[in-house]
T-cell receptor, first 113, second 113 residues
């Protein structure tokens, strides 16, 4: 049981490049979400999904796309990277009832130059 | 090293003393609250939760207090240890709803040996 797995752990992109941050969970959790964490800003929600085929926007969705074709995977796509997207990205999942809070991955540190 | 949390409020506590970390929330509809601990370079980790029908809940060395009248949450850590050094976040949402967790900005706890 690996929990929530995020890849890559570190990534450097040039402005304008695109990439996908991967997130997979093996706990059969219905609910998955992506947060970004910036100094002094806490965790801000980018996108979330309440189940396969269903996604919704969070607080800071601009510049990011998501899809949820399976229960296990919830990739986050950066369409055209900008320096403002330099951040640490966390994926989280929880059971459908969301009674026990979230399980977080270990994060992806992204730098856009 | 981890740059997240550079500008967070910091609480410095002597090893062995008790720590109290505070959190204010704004949404009167929130009825479920969680405390997370985030160590440097890692994702947030669940510590303890509380529902709004309770005022107090205890775990191992940790106690969460909820004051719904003033929308205030606190985390008390007994006999603080060096391993408790981390950033602590409170989070809130509706236990029965379908809304994502909303995180506070966090407090850095620094334990002085």
């Amino acid at each position: 049981n690996a929990g929530v797995t995020q890849t890559p752990k570190f990534q450097v992109l040039k402005t304008g490049q695109s990439m996908t941050l991967q997130c997979a969970q093996d706990m059969n959790h219905e609910y998955m979400s992506w947060y970004r964490q910036d100094p002094g800003m806490g965790l801000r929600l980018i996108h979330y999904s309440v189940g396969a085929g269903i996604t919704d926007q969070g607080e800071v969705p601009n510049g990011y796309n998501v899809s949820r074709s399976t229960t296990e995977d919830f990739p986050l796509r950066l369409l055209s990277a900008a320096p403002s997207q330099t951040s640490v990205y966390f994926c989280a999942s929880s059971p459908a009832s969301r009674a026990y809070g979230y399980t977080f991955g270990s994060g992806t540190r992204l730098t856009v130059v | 090293g981890e740059s997240v949390g550079l500008h967070l409020p910091t609480l410095s506590v002597q090893e062995g003393d008790n720590s109290i970390i505070n959190c204010a929330y704004s949404n009167s509809a929130s009825d479920y609250f969680i405390w997370y601990k985030q160590e440097s370079g890692k994702g947030p980790q669940f510590i303890i939760d509380i529902r709004s029908n309770m005022d107090k809940r205890q775990g191992q060395r940790v106690t969460v207090l909820l004051n719904k009248t003033v929308k205030h949450l606190s985390l008390q850590i007994a006999a603080t240890q060096p391993g408790d050094s981390a950033v602590y976040f409170c989070a809130e949402n509706s236990y029965s709803g379908n809304t994502p967790l909303v995180f506070g900005k966090g407090t850095r706890l620094s334990v002085i040996a």
